[in-house]
T-cell receptor, first 116, second 118 residues
Framework: NAGVTQTPKFQVLKTGQSMTLQCAQDMNHNSMYWYRQDPGMGLRLIYYSASEGTTDKGEVPNGYNVSRLNKREFSLRLESAAPSQTSVYFC???????????????FGEGSRLTVL | AQTVTQSQPEMSVQEAETVTLSCTYDTSESDYYLFWYKQPPSRQMILVIRQEAYKQQNATENRFSVNFQKAAKSFSLKISDSQLGDAAMYFCAYRSPNSGGSNYKLTFGKGTLLTVNP
């Protein structure tokens, strides 16, 4: 009963280093999302993927890239990490019952990233 | 762009009592969806309750209910018979009707940290 799985859960980077956050869901959902959460802020959308093979920018995409590797996996890459990217990152996938316009996001447990 | 405001950064309640968390939003749309999410110390976001704006009736889920005031653009969450396990960060969220289907996107408030005192 995994749902949405994110790795790693914790990571410390130095400025300029690169890394990839991995996300996988086992619920056969089409749409997947990456959010970041900062102290005193809500969640802000970085990128999303409506379906396999497509990705779109969200509210705060600068400094990030994404890859929708297949239906299950959606990764977030920081090419050159900056201290401003210190945050908790959440991956989510969307269940959308056929014929409806409502749905529910299922979230992973988050990945805490610190950039020194 | 829509904005969601939670004016209470922190709230506390005694176990078994009732607490109300406030949320207001700004939109020019007439139809939309509103949500309350709970984030316990484990960090995982959990959907608590949702409300469709076209529905007059306030949503309820067991001890959780909302007071949806469309004209005032207010969407408060009431937790009755508070339990220790209710302690968490609570986020209010808005979804535009134009972000349905594969374009589904939520706008979140900054959150309210709820403490439950034994």
């Amino acid at each position: 009963n995994a749902g949405v799985t994110q790795t790693p859960k914790f990571q410390v980077l130095k400025t300029g280093q690169s890394m990839t956050l991995q996300c996988a869901q086992d619920m056969n959902h089409n749409s997947m999302y990456w959010y970041r959460q900062d102290p005193g802020m809500g969640l802000r959308l970085i990128y999303y993927s409506a379906s396999e093979g497509t990705t779109d920018k969200g509210e705060v995409p600068n400094g990030y890239n994404v890859s929708r590797l297949n239906k299950r996996e959606f990764s977030l890459r920081l090419e050159s990490a900056a201290p401003s990217q210190t945050s908790v990152y959440f991956c989510a996938s969307l269940t959308l019952p056929r014929g409806t316009n409502t749905g529910e996001l299922f979230f992973g447990e988050g990945s805490r990233l610190t950039v020194l | 762009a829509q904005t969601v405001t939670q004016s209470q950064p922190e709230m506390s309640v005694q176990e078994a009592e009732t607490v109300t968390l406030s949320c207001t939003y700004d939109t020019s749309e007439s139809d939309y969806y509103l949500f309350w999410y709970k984030q316990p110390p484990s960090r995982q976001m959990i959907l608590v309750i949702r409300q469709e704006a076209y529905k007059q009736q306030n949503a309820t889920e067991n001890r959780f209910s909302v007071n949806f005031q469309k004209a005032a653009k207010s969407f408060s969450l009431k937790i009755s018979d508070s339990q220790l396990g209710d302690a968490a960060m609570y986020f209010c969220a808005y979804r535009s009707p134009n972000s349905g289907g594969s374009n589904y996107k939520l706008t979140f408030g900054k959150g309210t940290l709820l403490t439950v005192n034994p």
